[in-house]
C-alpha cells in the first residue's frame, strides 16, 4: 500500500527559520529548504545590514542588535508561499574559549567539554572539528564541544576546531594527550 507524503505547511519550508548573529560580524548563514528544487524570494528586508539571495544565502554585516522578523517567500516555480525568518542580532560582547587542552587514557573513557568565557547569555556556542583525521581514534568532539569517547593508542593530538558563538567564530587548536 503506498503511502501518499504529506506536502510541506508554510511553517516547516525551512530546516532552520531562527538564526543568532553579531552586530558588525559578516553573516555565513544559509536558510536550508525542506524541499529540493525551490527558489527563495526576499520579503522585506530582513534585518539592517543583511539581504538573502534566491539560493538562500544571506549575506552582509548586521548593523545593530535586535529581534528581526521578516517573510521571505519559497517558491517552486511560480508557486510561492511565505515563510517568517527571525534573526536576533547581539551586541558583540567577547568571548574566549578556556582550558584546550585535555589529558586521557588508552581504554579509558573520557569526559569533558570545551568551555567559552563571556559571550551573550542564552545562546549556545557551536564546535566543528575542521580536520577529522587529527581526532585520535576513538574519541569524537561533537557541535556542543564535549570531548568524548574511548582512545585506542597513546599519543600527542592537535585538533583544529572552529568555535561560533551568534556568528562571532574563531579557530583554536584543541590538544589531546594520551598515555
Same mark, same amino acid.
Request: contains cysteine; proline residues 12%.
Given at each position: 500500500?503506498?503511502?501518499?507524503?504529506?506536502?510541506?505547511?508554510?511553517?516547516?519550508?525551512?530546516?532552520?527559520?531562527?538564526?543568532?548573529?553579531?552586530?558588525?560580524?559578516? =553573516?555565513?548563514? !544559509?536558510?536550508m @529548504?525542506?524541499?529540493? *528544487? /525551490?527558489?527563495?524570494? +526576499? %520579503?522585506?528586508?530582513?534585518?539592517?545590514?543583511?539581504?538573502?539571495?534566491?539560493?538562500?544565502?544571506?549575506?552582509?554585516?548586521?548593523?545593530?542588535?535586535?529581534?528581526?522578523?521578516?517573510?521571505?517567500?519559497?517558491?517552486?516555480?511560480?508557486?510561492?508561499?511565505?515563510?517568517?525568518?527571525?534573526? =536576533?542580532?547581539l !551586541?558583540?560582547? @567577547?568571548?574566549?574559549? *578556556? /582550558?584546550?587542552?585535555? +589529558? %586521557?587514557?588508552?581504554?579509558?573513557?573520557?569526559?569533558?567539554?570545551?568551555?567559552?568565557?563571556?559571550?551573550?547569555?542564552?545562546?549556545?556556542?557551536?564546535?566543528?572539528?575542521?580536520?577529522?583525521?587529527?581526532?585520535?581514534?576513538?574519541?569524537?568532539?561533537?557541535?556542543?564541544?564535549?570531548?568524548?569517547?574511548?582512545?585506542?593508542?597513546?599519543?600527542?593530538?592537535?585538533?583544529?576546531?572552529?568555535?561560533?558563538?551568534?556568528g562571532?567564530?574563531?579557530?583554536?587548536?584543541?590538544?589531546?594527550?594520551?598515555?
Amino acid at each position: 500500500m503506498a503511502r501518499a507524503t504529506p506536502a510541506a505547511t508554510p511553517a516547516d519550508r525551512l530546516v532552520e527559520d531562527t538564526f543568532y548573529l553579531t552586530v558588525g560580524i559578516e =553573516v555565513e548563514q !544559509r536558510l536550508m @529548504p525542506v524541499e529540493k *528544487g /525551490v527558489s527563495i524570494r +526576499p %520579503g522585506a528586508p530582513l534585518a539592517p545590514g543583511l539581504g538573502v539571495d534566491a539560493s538562500g544565502r544571506v549575506y552582509g554585516r548586521p548593523e545593530r542588535p535586535g529581534t528581526f522578523a521578516a517573510p521571505v517567500q519559497i517558491c517552486r516555480g511560480q508557486t510561492c508561499s511565505p515563510q517568517q525568518v527571525t534573526f =536576533v542580532v547581539l !551586541r558583540n560582547v @567577547p568571548w574566549a574559549p *578556556g /582550558v584546550l587542552t585535555f +589529558p %586521557g587514557r588508552v581504554g579509558e573513557r573520557l569526559r569533558a567539554a570545551i568551555p567559552i568565557k563571556g559571550g551573550p547569555t542564552g545562546v549556545p556556542p557551536t564546535f566543528t572539528v575542521t580536520n577529522p583525521d587529527t581526532l585520535p581514534q576513538g574519541v569524537t568532539i561533537g557541535p556542543d564541544g564535549h570531548v568524548g569517547g574511548v582512545p585506542q593508542a597513546s599519543g600527542v593530538s592537535r585538533v583544529p576546531v572552529r568555535i561560533c558563538l551568534a556568528g562571532n567564530c574563531a579557530g583554536v587548536v584543541v590538544t589531546l594527550i594520551v598515555v
